[in-house]
């Protein structure tokens, strides 16, 4: 069992800057390939980015590609989401997500991540 936890969340202005992070409780995090996923009100979870456990192989949503940057530090167990240039529509619940059965890469649906955060709220006013 692998608990996550995140932090960086609040309330930011459009074109602003956050950078979430996840701690993650396991001896083995290189061997977890990590994901942020986010939910809007009234819409479904949707991926923003993966990362592989060794961090070679990233992906990220079309929406947030060239603003979001996701890496992870395997020393620190932590795993963060580096958002620039924020816009309203990225208001969201974020959350973290890990799961160890995938090598060399990082899934890119939530059903691919068995353990999950309890999210952090981010808002971006206009």
């Known amino acids: 069992q692998v608990q996550l936890v995140e932090s960086g969340g609040g309330l930011v202005q459009a074109g602003g800057s956050l950078r979430l992070s996840c701690a993650a409780s396991?001896?083995?995090?290189?061997?977890?390939?990590m994901g942020w996923f986010r939910q809007a009100p009234g819409k479904e979870r949707e991926l923003v980015a993966g990362i592989s456990g060794n961090g070679r192989s990233t992906l990220y949503s079309d929406s947030v590609k060239g603003r979001f940057t996701i890496s992870r530090d395997n020393g620190k167990n932590t795993v963060y989401l580096q958002m620039d240039s924020l816009k309203a529509e990225d208001t969201a619940v974020y959350y973290c997500?890990?799961?160890?059965?995938?090598?060399?890469?990082?899934?890119?649906?939530?059903?691919?991540?068995?353990?999950w955060g309890q999210g952090t709220q981010v808002t971006v006013s206009s």
């Open positions: 396991t001896r083995v995090f290189i061997r977890y390939a």
């Open positions: 997500a890990a799961d160890q059965r995938f090598n060399g890469y990082a899934p890119g649906t939530a059903s691919g991540y068995s353990y």
